[in-house]
C-alpha cells in the first residue's frame, strides 16, 4: 500500500466515503425529510383543528345567543297551552280597568307552519276611557296579542260606569317545536 500512487489513495477515500455516505448518512438524511414532511403535515393539521376550534367557538357563541333570544321570545309566544293562565290575565287586565267580560269565547287553535293561533272573543262592558286603558294595558302584556274584528255600540241603558260594549277578536299564539311534515297530493285525487 505504500508503492500506490497518490491518486489510488484518493480513490480509496472516495469509495469509503461513498459507502460510509450510502450506509449512514443517506438513510439518516431520507429520515430526516421524511421528518420534515410529517411535521409540516402535522403542523397543517394542527392549524386545520385550531381553525374550526375557532369556528366552533364562534357557533357555541352563536348558540348561546339564540338560545338566550329564544327564552325570550318564549315570553311572548309560548311554547305550551297556557289557556287558564291566559284567560286569568285577561280577566285581570278588564278588572284593573274596570271592565266587565260579558263574553268569552275560545274559538279553538288554528294550525300554521310553525306555530298555532289562538283566537279569544271577548265581549266587554264598560267605559271608552277604561277600554282604551284596557288596550293600553294589553299591548304592554309580555305575551303578544293582537286584536282584530273590533267594534264599539253606546249601550242603550248607560249608567256612569258602563257606557259601551265592545266586541273583538283577541289573537295570541303558541311556538310550536315541530313543524307537521305535510304529505304531498296523490296525483289522481
Known amino acids: 500500500m505504500k508503492d500506490w500512487p497518490w491518486y489510488s ?46 369556528q366552533l367557538n364562534k357557533i357555541e357563541a352563536e348558540l348561546q345567543t339564540m338560545t338566550g333570544t329564544l327564552k325570550e321570545l318564549e315570553v311572548v309566544i309560548p311554547q305550551q297551552r297556557e289557556i287558564y293562565d291566559i284567560l286569568k290575565q285577561i280577566q285581570g287586565l278588564a278588572y284593573d280597568s274596570q271592565l266587565d267580560i260579558a263574553k268569552f269565547v275560545n274559538r279553538g287553535e288554528i294550525d300554521k307552519e310553525f306555530y298555532w293561533e289562538w283566537p279569544i272573543a271577548i265581549e266587554i262592558t264598560g267605559g271608552y276611557h277604561n ?7 294589553l299591548s304592554r302584556f309580555s305575551r303578544l296579542f293582537n286584536t282584530e ?41
Open 149 to 189: 274584528n273590533f267594534a264599539i255600540r253606546a249601550l242603550p241603558r248607560q249608567n256612569d260606569t258602563e257606557t259601551i260594549t265592545a266586541n273583538t277578536t283577541i289573537k295570541t299564539y303558541i311556538f310550536r317545536e315541530t313543524v307537521p311534515i305535510k304529505k304531498p297530493k296523490s296525483p289522481g285525487k
Open 131 to 137: 277600554l282604551a286603558l284596557f288596550f293600553d294595558k
Open 9 to 54: 489513495y484518493l480513490v480509496v477515500a472516495v469509495v469509503l466515503f461513498a459507502i460510509v455516505f450510502l450506509m449512514f448518512l443517506k438513510p439518516r438524511n431520507e429520515k430526516i425529510a421524511n421528518t420534515k414532511e410529517e411535521r409540516i403535515r402535522i403542523e397543517n393539521e394542527v392549524n386545520q383543528l385550531k381553525s374550526k376550534k375557532r
